[in-house]
């Protein structure tokens, strides 16, 4: 397991194949793990970088003394696409998305193309006055924050996991899978802080020099489903990617139907 420096932080990462380099960038409550397969199925062509994020696996805890940013977590992804002297893809689920579309900017001309699969830049909602669609959200958070102050992660994980995968998957989870999940679920209220309330103005994204694959699921949740329409009604030129049925957990629930979309994708813009 790789630690690669990052100013005062350490990073945790893993990488596999040869070929054109693709940073990965999971989601909430993930860490790298969940590119598992997808890195299986690509390291005979591609050179994978998979990162964790503050507060996944070794990757430093954010110190909390001021509020994280998506630039923070992008300064990570663009420190893993600098182990590879070429340019790069950016691939990201969720919270790895809209981080990933932080790093396009940060990384400029080196990116060739980002997937960014539901990225859940929810503070637009706020910004584009989609009410429902923010309360929806909004109230899952609010039942997070309450019970982590409380450190009742049993039931930070109930809210959390049914306002995803649908409402009985938490009791429905075995124990030892649920040992697996309860420590990765701190790290979440610096990530509401961070994609909740104010961010860059959604014309900004516009400036990612590289071409944008948006990939969603038909049957997401209200939340996202309303942050990917803004997006692209904002970017008409971004190329839009609808899967009939996976949800936002697609990428982890159905690696059969997200994993070739995401292949295409970069055998489409691989380099020579």
């Known amino acids: ?36 397969k997808l890195m299986e199925e690509l390291a005979g062509r591609y050179r994978l970088i998979a990162v ?5 696996g070794a990757t ?27 340019d790069v893809a950016l691939v990201g689920h969720s919270l790895g998305a809209a981080v990933a579309c932080e790093a396009a900017l940060q990384l400029g001309a080196r990116v060739r193309v980002l997937a960014a699969f539901e990225p859940i830049l929810f503070y637009l909602l706020r910004d584009h006055r989609e009410i429902a669609a923010y309360a929806d959200i909004e109230g899952m958070s609010r039942n997070y924050l309450e019970f982590a102050r409380r450190g009742d992660w049993n039931e930070v994980g109930h809210h ?30 610096h990530e509401w802080e961070m994609l909740g309330f104010k961010g860059r103005p959604i014309a900004e994204l516009g400036k990612i020099a590289a071409p944008v ?18 997006l692209q009604h904002a970017h008409p030129h971004w190329m839009v990617h609808e899967l ?19 292949a295409e994708i970069l055998d489409e813009t691989r380099p020579g």
């Open 60 to 86: 430093s805890k954010w110190p909390g003394d001021r509020p994280m940013t998506l630039g923070d977590q992008a300064s990570l992804v663009a420190a893993a696409a600098d182990l590879d002297a070429g």
């Open 1 to 36: 397991m790789p630690i690669l420096k990052v100013g005062p932080y350490d990073l945790d990462y893993v990488e596999a194949g040869q070929g054109p380099a693709v940073v990965l960038v999971h989601s909430s409550a993930a860490g790298y793990r969940q590119w598992q």
């Open 213 to 230: 694959h948006l990939l969603r699921a038909a049957d997401t949740n209200l939340s996202t489903k309303t942050v990917a329409a803004l």
């Open 244 to 262: 009939p049925t996976g949800g936002h957990l697609a990428p982890i629930m159905r690696p059969d139907l997200v994993n070739p979309v995401f």
């Open 160 to 189: 959390f996991i049914d306002y995803w995968a649908g409402d009985g998957t938490w009791a429905a989870t075995p124990e030892e899978r649920k040992a697996r999940v309860l420590p990765v679920l701190p790290p979440i209220a």
């Open 52 to 56: 964790n994020l503050f507060g996944y």
